[in-house]
């Protein structure tokens, strides 16, 4: 495991098992470090930013009432907290929807998908060494929209393979193997198109 994550973690445990008892400044301070990957995560996936604004400040209260719920033994405060923000965005999108059309009943997630899997920058750049971010940036684009949240998970927002397939809701199994999938297949391509690359390093997904 990364060792600024694990730093990152056990710092954001102390600080939540701090703020349970009632300590303020505790929670100001996790508050700080979360506050941008949560709000980022979330302003990339809605068109406005006063809804964005509200859904961000709506996910820190339902965190704030539910300090006593997290188990360590499941997952990071990152994780727990991210998995909020998706549940909001994905309910926000069926609002949105149910207003503006006839439908009845609730959306299925997998409606959603295209807007869960919004464009965080260059998630393989920290995978890619000499080739050029655009056209990797491109090549991940024709993936399924399931697959590029993944990525955004992963590279976007630095959560771990296991935490990744946490806050998605799905085995840790079935999300490496969609890794490695796309990987293999995204370097083949780039191989493809330029023959010289064939000696470079293999893509590889660490947990």
């Known amino acids: 495991m990364d060792l600024k994550k694990r730093m990152r973690d056990g710092r954001h445990g102390l600080w939540l098992r701090l703020a349970r ?7 100001r301070r996790l ?3 979360l506050y941008d990957p949560v709000a980022g995560y979330i302003a ?3 068109n406005n930013v006063h809804d964005a604004e509200d859904l ?3 996910v820190f209260q339902k965190f704030l009432e539910r300090l006593d719920r997290f188990e360590a033994d499941k997952g990071s405060v990152m994780t727990w907290i991210l998995a909020m923000a998706r549940n909001a965005v994905i309910d926000h999108h069926r609002r949105l929807d149910a207003h503006g059309s006839a439908r009845k009943g609730p959306v299925p997630v997998e409606e959603l998908a ?3 899997a919004a464009d965080q920058g260059d998630p393989l750049g920290s995978l890619v060494r000499d080739e050029d971010l655009r056209q990797v940036r491109q090549l991940l684009c024709r993936e399924p929209d399931d697959v590029r949240e993944m990525f955004a998970l992963r590279f976007g927002q630095g959560l771990r393979v296991r935490e990744v397939a946490a806050v998605m809701n799905l085995g ?6 969609r890794f490695a999938r796309t990987l293999r297949k995204i370097r083949q391509e780039l191989l ?3 023959p010289e690359r ?3 390093p293999e893509c590889m997904i660490a947990d």
């Open 31 to 33: 508050y700080g470090e």
């Open 114 to 116: 295209e807007v869960l």
């Open 56 to 58: 961000t400040s709506a």
């Open 44 to 46: 990339a996936r809605t």
């Open 21 to 27: 008892r009632g300590n303020e400044d505790a929670f």
């Open 198 to 200: 064939k000696g470079g």
């Open 172 to 177: 840790e199994a079935a999300v490496k193997q």
């Open 192 to 194: 493809a198109e330029e």
